[in-house]
């Protein structure tokens, strides 16, 4: 019995169910992990949306480092070529493409809020703006293709790195969204699962597991770094 649909065989399943059996693990485990990959494709599209709701209600990016959401504009664009590049199926890593999308997105909107920014800032753009295109293409020599690649997990890392000291410094977290950073957890852990039974590469499945202990320790920041609200005093009759 086969039964596709958006590249999902149902078909192990339900003929199984139809013998008043359980699925096996073999059929079981695959079919869980397309449907996650597509779960966190589809919930990539808005995971930065409460980041930049937030932003745009306070018309503020107190606490918020820059540097950080540029690395991220960064270790987006060159994940998904590398992921193009090798011809991973979509379900495998759909969610750069939206995360990246966001990404320039927020990063915009910080410039904007962050007025005036510096040449530096400006220059750093416009070779962004340069390169990516050709990147994205996979127009790259295929050995430094490899050694971008490898370099993605330590920009990420580097990503969130400042944006951890910051909190830390300030013992807040600002503007920082809970939701989108409960999002950026939990994408993080089934990413791993999935990657694990799409066969990805190991070095995929170890940017995951940095991706959940970056993104914890700045969501345990936001707990920990949470305000009480101020209790209000009781008038003396």
């Known amino acids: 019995m086969k039964m596709e649909i958006f590249g999902i065989d149902f078909g192990c399943a339900l003929g199984s169910l139809s013998d008043g059996k359980f699925p096996e693990k073999d059929c079981l485990l695959p079919l869980i992990s397309k449907i996650l990959g597509y779960c966190i494709v589809a919930a990539s599209t808005t995971v930065k949306v409460p980041q930049i709701l937030k932003i745009l209600k306070n018309s503020s990016v107190r606490g918020l480092s820059l540097a950080a959401f540029e690395l991220e504009v960064v270790g987006y664009t060159i994940a998904l070529a590398y992921c193009l590049h090798n011809g991973l199926p ?38 962004y703006c340069a390169l990516a295109p050709t990147v994205l293409a996979g127009q790259v020599d295929p050995v430094l293709f490899e050694a971008l690649y490898a370099s993605q997990h330590a920009i990420f890392f580097c990503a969130r790195v400042p944006q951890i000291w910051e909190n830390f410094k300030n013992k807040s977290t600002g503007e ?38 970056t993104n914890g320790t700045i969501l345990s920041q936001i707990i920990l770094y949470q305000r009480p609200p101020a209790k209000k005093e009781k008038k003396v009759q």
């Open 90 to 127: 979509f379900s495998a890593y759909g969610e750069l493409l939206f995360l990246l999308v966001q990404a320039i997105v927020l990063v915009a909107i910080i410039y904007y809020f962050s007025q005036p920014l510096g040449m530096k800032t400006w220059i750093l753009a416009l070779v």
């Open 176 to 213: 920082l969204s809970f939701l989108t950073c409960v999002m950026n957890f939990a994408g993080s852990l089934v990413r791993v699962f999935t990657s694990l039974q799409e066969q990805a590469p190991t070095s995929m499945i170890m940017g995951s597991v940095l991706g959940i202990v």
